[in-house]
């Protein structure tokens, strides 16, 4: 045992400090800290351990080291819980299915990940068989490119949007359309968002935004207008419905606005600092809130209406903690992380990304912040200051789209140069290239089991990836 001592002090990731100032030898390890976490928190959780942006992966000692932080001072620990099950990473691609005649430019798994849905420049939306990977379903009706496939919180329901400015409203199960198109936008649809199991249990709520500047909120039993949103100058780039009652939505007038849900729909407040269209949001409960009361690696699912609300409002109360984190993406090459239910100031501003990012999305368990971008890289950041983790590099094309693992172990990435490329987030760098489609990949999605991956893109194949 080294002779050297420091004083640690762990602290959870909305910077609290939990259990008292800790003398420990310099070499102390992850499982040293691991065990002293667990007896003041008295628990047998797996954790990841943070000195600023520096992972603690051998000793405190290296920690301290790369991190240029002083042993004379209070050494800060931040930890992250890590998930309880583990998922395996995509492999090989075990079916490249046929059907779309045109580039497949959006996929999603329902939220039990039992079922997989895909939308085309074909003007189709199809519905696959994720047990034997082979075409279950066809559904027409629209005129132009499918941009989104968004399931219902149940799973019941599936709506489909894009460039003809409609929702369509299918049953999975029968294929056949519910009711008429609803007429929704006089331009493209540029995303979906259901309202949140534990806030609607009939899942009948779905929001959609528009480059004709508008959101708007739909009731999918009657497919009459609840209300419409018109407090943007410019498209609207994303629509997010978070678990408190708040519509989250961002423009290309280079805003995010924060609005009550309840039928008034007033704006809350607007979150300016981009100096660029606003590209895309997420929030950090976005997983929770898209499984609803399905419980990745759980071997028993919620059956009754009483427990199916239980379980989606646990879940959200776990992510939630202090409240809703969002963060924006632009092309001004920054993202900004908010805290938008409270402070209209943002949390952090993050830079490194050389050219417009595409796409962000908070990893599963609220704690990380992955970016994706047309400078041919994915960073990492963290879900509660905003810092700088890491870069992922090896894409020779833009990354278009990223998905994480169930287990906020992993993310892939989706590119123009035809490749899906995973990463892992213990040692920070690729984990499986994943070869195989012909040309640019559009979409990609990994289910929520963990079991599977899909990506479709401009060969109008559909890839299944599975360990």
């Not at 776990?318 to 805290?339: A, H, M, N, P, Y």
Request: net charge negative.
């Amino acid at each position: 045992m080294s002779d050297i001592r420091l004083i640690v002090q762990f602290y959870n990731g909305e910077g609290e400090p939990v259990g008292p100032q800790l003398d420990m030898p310099d070499d102390s390890t992850p499982d040293i800290l691991q065990s002293l976490l667990n007896s003041i928190k008295e628990s047998e959780d797996e954790y990841t351990f943070y000195l600023q942006q520096i992972e603690v992966r051998d000793t405190l000692k290296k920690a301290v080291q790369e991190a240029s932080h002083s042993t004379e001072i209070v050494v800060p620990l931040t930890f992250h819980p890590q998930s309880l099950f583990h998922v395996a990473p995509a492999t090989r691609a075990t079916s490249c299915l046929e059907g779309h005649t045109e580039s497949i430019l959006c996929v999603q798994y329902s939220p039990n990940g039992n079922a997989l849905a895909t939308g085309g420049g074909d003007a189709d939306v199809r519905i696959w068989d994720v047990d034997t990977e082979t075409p279950y379903r066809t559904l027409k009706g629209h005129n132009n490119w499918v941009l989104f496939v968004s399931w219902s919180p149940d799973g019941k329901t599936l709506a489909s949007a894009g460039v003809d400015g409609n929702i369509r409203l299918w049953d999975p199960e029968t294929g056949e359309q519910k009711g008429k198109a609803i007429n929704a936008h006089r331009k493209w649809v540029t995303s979906l968002s259901w309202e949140p199991y534990h806030r609607n249990q009939k899942c009948n709520h779905l929001a959609s935004s528009s480059k004709d500047h508008t959101v708007k909120v739909w009731n999918t039993d009657t497919h009459n207008l609840i209300y419409s949103i018109s407090g943007h100058t410019a498209a609207v780039t994303k629509i997010i419905w978070g678990g408190n009652g708040y519509l989250y939505t961002s423009s290309q007038d280079r805003t995010v606005k924060v609005w009550n849900s309840s039928e008034t729909c007033v704006m809350i407040r607007e979150l300016k600092g981009h100096g660029h269209w606003v590209n895309h949001l997420s929030c950090s409960t976005d997983f929770a809130l898209r499984t609803g009361y399905y419980e990745p690696g759980s071997e028993t699912q919620a059956e009754t209406e009483e427990d199916k609300l239980e379980t989606s409002r646990k879940r959200y109360l776990k992510l939630l903690g202090k409240g809703e984190r969002i963060v924006s993406c632009s092309d001004d090459f920054t993202l900004f992380l908010w805290t938008p239910e409270t402070s209209s100031t943002s949390v952090a501003r993050m830079t490194g990304h050389q050219q417009l990012i595409t796409q962000v999305l908070f990893s599963p368990d609220g704690h990380f912040i992955a970016s994706a971008s047309n400078d041919k890289s994915v960073k990492l950041w963290e879900g509660f200051t905003g810092q700088y983790l890491a870069s992922f590099r090896s894409h020779v094309g833009a990354v278009y789209q990223i998905s994480w693992s169930a287990d906020s172990r992993m993310i892939a990435s989706a590119s123009k140069d035809s490749t899906v490329k995973i990463w892992g987030m213990k040692k920070k760098g690729l984990l499986v290239d994943l070869p195989g489609h012909a040309d640019q990949v559009f979409a990609l999605d990994w289910s929520p089991d963990g079991r599977k991956m899909a990506s479709g893109g401009r060969d109008r194949i559909l890839n299944i990836w599975r360990n």
